[in-house]
């Protein structure tokens, strides 16, 4: 079965890669949560989207200019208001808070556009200090950062993130060691998964909020989803599945 994975948690009715959506989508009983991880000033890993806080918050700047400290003071909640105040969360926090219950984890590291130092250790290490690894995958549309994420954690698995549609990605992933690849939904087709699949690879297609869309991809036999709406998801997976 499908995995539903809450993209930025609950992003369609919680203001993204906060505490408050990613406590929605345990609410809604999503299998998993998707989330962006970016490395601030003074080394703590944050959770946030983009590689500044322009859009997602109240200030300006560079995440990685910017301390925890600083960061924390801005609101990360643009558009759901009713939520009041929503500070970015440290990885740390989230991961403390996923071990009262059973959600996966997938930590996306954002570090395609702007290189993070030690990233991959610093996120490795907090996994480790909250024995995760096993309710934890990797994914980056960095590549190079998940062949350093699997040489140092070899137990951890690592997913490819992409956007195009690439020529038996299977034969690529198998040279990184990678266990699944997490496409742009509309670069999947039945064949592909199957092909995906005869090649020993996973598949979890982003980020799908259309029901027909959802549909479409339980019927392929995916291995997952990302989307925004993680309770829409739950119960098209239930109509498909009957
Ligand atoms: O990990 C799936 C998805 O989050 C990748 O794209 O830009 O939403 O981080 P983006
Ligand atoms: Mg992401």
């Known amino acids: 079965m499908a995995h539903i994975f809450a993209h930025r948690g609950s992003a369609g009715t919680h203001p ?14 999503a299998d998993g949560i998707e ?19 322009n859009r997602t918050t109240d200030g300006t700047g560079w995440v990685g200019q910017m301390t925890y400290r600083q960061l924390r003071k801005l609101n990360a909640n643009y558009e759901f208001k009713q939520y009041g105040f929503c ?5 740390q926090e989230v991961l403390e808070w996923v071990q ?8 996306e590291l954002k570090n395609n556009l702007v290189p993070y130092e030690r990233l991959e250790e610093k996120t490795i290490e907090l996994v480790e200090r909250y024995r ?20 140092l954690a070899p137990h951890i698995e690592t997913a490819l993130l992409y956007m195009e549609k690439l020529h ?18 509309p670069t999947v087709d039945r064949s592909f998964v199957e092909a995906a699949h005869a090649n020993d690879l ?10 027909e869309r959802m549909k479409t991809m339980f019927q392929y036999k995916v291995n997952g989803i990302f989307t925004d709406f993680p309770e829409k998801a739950k119960h098209i997976r239930e109509k498909t599945l009957r």
């Open 35 to 53: 989330l962006d991880v970016q490395l601030a000033k003074d080394g703590v890993v944050v959770v946030i989207h983009d590689e500044t806080v």
């Open 87 to 91: 500070p970015i969360p440290s990885l």
């Open 202 to 211: 996973l598949v979890r297609p982003f980020t799908i909020n259309k029901e």
């Open 168 to 185: 038996q990605p299977w034969n690529y992933a198998h040279t990184l060691r990678a266990l699944a690849l997490h496409p742009y939904h």
């Open 132 to 151: 995760l690894a096993s309710r934890v995958i990797f994914s980056s549309f960095n590549h190079e950062s998940m062949a350093t994420c699997r040489t």
């Open 100 to 107: 009262g219950n059973s959600l996966l984890i997938n930590i």
């Open 16 to 29: 993204e890669n906060t505490m408050v959506s990613f406590m929605e989508a345990e609410r809604v009983q």
